[in-house]
């Protein structure tokens, strides 16, 4: 990775606005940093609830992993610094916000079937960076995919679920339904889970709601390890052969990122493009 100037930041560099989310370990302010007039994401982590949920080794090294990708579809970690209470990282500041939020906006909570090939094509190449560095996100699921102004989607890592917000899903631990059957059967996974959290969003954003919702605890995961989704007639035959070549309960059988982004479905959403 091109190497960053290692400049030494401190809350004096920027001017704090507005909360733009609120999380368990802080909340996250809109700010401008003072010199460049930029706009950033400034997350303010507590470092007794970091030591209290002894999440700080969590962090260090997801701030690690985070400072060295740099892809247009990953929010960017430009930097971090603390003080005697608080730990400080700098992010990219998305200014459409959450997916999860433009999803609820929506009328049945849907997009349409070019914007969903879009964000999937978006995301898959994201994951493929990702991949391609060892790193497997494991916790793909609208509340973790932000939107830019161009309405480009930003892979943020949230690190832990945010405190579950009301007009969250209503399940304290951030929502299961984008887990793996060989998650929620607690197996070792790999870069799989996350091919799987593509095709669980595929169908959320086509047809309003995720595959398995509605249902809780034991029957929720009894679902996801059948591995049996009802695809509506209003879904196309395209997005729902996707859908189905991705939703496998076997790790290995899912539909390869590559493949997920030269689909006929998503090739037939870009029809102008090369
Ligand atoms: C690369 O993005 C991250 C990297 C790391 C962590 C993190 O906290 N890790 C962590 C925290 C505790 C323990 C272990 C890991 C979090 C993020 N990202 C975020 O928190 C997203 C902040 S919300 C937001 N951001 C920009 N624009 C908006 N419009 C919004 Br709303």
Not at 10 to 26: A, E, H, Q, T, Y
Request: charged share 25%; glycine share 6%; proline share 5%.
């Amino acid at each position: 990775p091109q190497a960053r100037e290692e400049t030494c930041w401190s809350l004096d560099d920027f001017d704090v606005g507005r909360p733009l989310g609120k999380g368990k370990f802080g909340n996250v302010f809109i700010s401008r940093e003072k010199k460049t007039k930029r706009i950033i994401a400034l997350k303010v982590l507590f470092k007794t609830q970091l030591l209290q949920l002894g999440v700080s080794h969590q962090l260090k090294r997801e701030i690690e992993i985070q400072y060295h990708l740099r892809h247009p579809n990953i929010l960017t970690l430009y930097g971090y610094f603390h003080d005697d209470k608080r730990v400080f990282v700098i992010l990219d500041y998305a200014s459409r916000g959450e997916l999860f939020n433009v999803l609820q906006s929506q009328p049945g909570h849907k997009v349409s079937e070019v914007i969903a090939a879009r964000f999937v094509r978006q995301l898959a190449n994201a994951l493929k960076y990702c991949h391609s560095k060892g790193v497997i996100h494991r916790d793909i699921k609208p509340e973790n995919l932000l939107l830019d102004s161009k309405l480009n989607l930003k892979l943020a890592d949230f690190g832990w679920s945010v405190v579950a917000d009301h007009s969250k899903r209503h399940t304290l631990c951030g929502t299961m339904d984008y887990l793996a059957p060989e998650m929620v059967s607690n197996q070792p996974h790999d870069f799989n889970v996350d091919i799987w959290a593509i095709g669980i969003l595929l169908f959320e954003m086509l047809v309003g709601y995720a595959p398995f919702a509605n249902q809780t605890g034991d029957k929720l995961i009894a679902r996801i390890k059948e591995c049996k989704i009802y695809i509506p007639q209003s879904v196309s035959d395209g997005a729902s052969r996707l859908i189905n070549a991705i939703i496998k309960k076997e790790p290995q059988e899912r539909l390869p990122l590559a493949e997920i982004m030269t689909h006929p479905w998503i090739q037939d959403m870009f029809p102008r493009e090369e």
